[in-house]
């Protein structure tokens, strides 16, 4: 019996055979599915040389031919991501108000003088918010070093996107149990 190698055949790209869109400079036109570093992000229309084309664009799926079609879609796709975007800002906003109409009172030890014997720290006003059905993180609070004073402190809560609340922290002494309160 003969020895009948077969040849390995390669995968043909979908847009095998047909021309591709040539743009103003020579270039191939296409658009972007996905964002591609150094190139363009997603839905931008780019012009590309043919083997950057044929051989990772494409078969990558990382671009697709210029058609109304496709154009379309993603501006149908841009449209409700802005949407998206546009109501997340919004509850942001909110929220900055809501952080910023708040008081908390954060407890601690503390000496005679007002030092505390611990600190207060970005936890502590995360779990304090929390208790006051603010969920933020702890990262979100942006302390310029823990608070480690009896007083009233201003803190900065980013919540994202440039927006920021200011909360306003009271740091007061810890009252423990074995001491006698006033007018016993």
């Known amino acids: 019996m003969p020895n009948a190698r077969k040849r390995a055949t390669k995968p043909k790209a979908p847009h095998h055979g047909k021309r591709l869109p040539k743009g103003p400079q020579g270039g191939i036109e296409l658009l972007l599915i996905q964002s591609v570093e ?6 931008d ?6 083997g950057y084309a044929n051989n990772y664009l494409l ?4 671009a697709t031919i210029v058609t109304s079609h496709h154009k379309r879609m ?4 841009k449209a409700k991501l802005l949407e998206i975007q546009s109501a997340r800002l919004a509850g942001l906003k909110n929220l900055a108000r809501e952080i910023g109409r708040q008081s908390i009172t954060v407890e601690a030890n503390a000496n005679d003088e007002g030092h505390l014997y611990g600190s207060v720290g970005a936890a502590d006003l995360a779990g304090a918010l929390k208790r006051n059905n603010i969920g933020i993180t702890a990262a979100q609070v942006r302390l310029e070093g823990p608070l480690k004073e009896l007083g009233l402190y201003t803190v900065k809560i980013h919540l994202g996107q440039e927006i920021e609340a200011d909360l306003k922290v009271w740091v007061v002494p810890s009252v423990s149990e074995d001491e006698p309160k006033e007018g016993s």
């Open 74 to 77: 993603v501006d149908k796709h």
């Open 45 to 50: 229309v780019v012009e590309v040389k043919p």
């Open 38 to 43: 150094h190139l363009g992000s997603q839905g």
């Open 59 to 62: 078969p990558q799926g990382l």
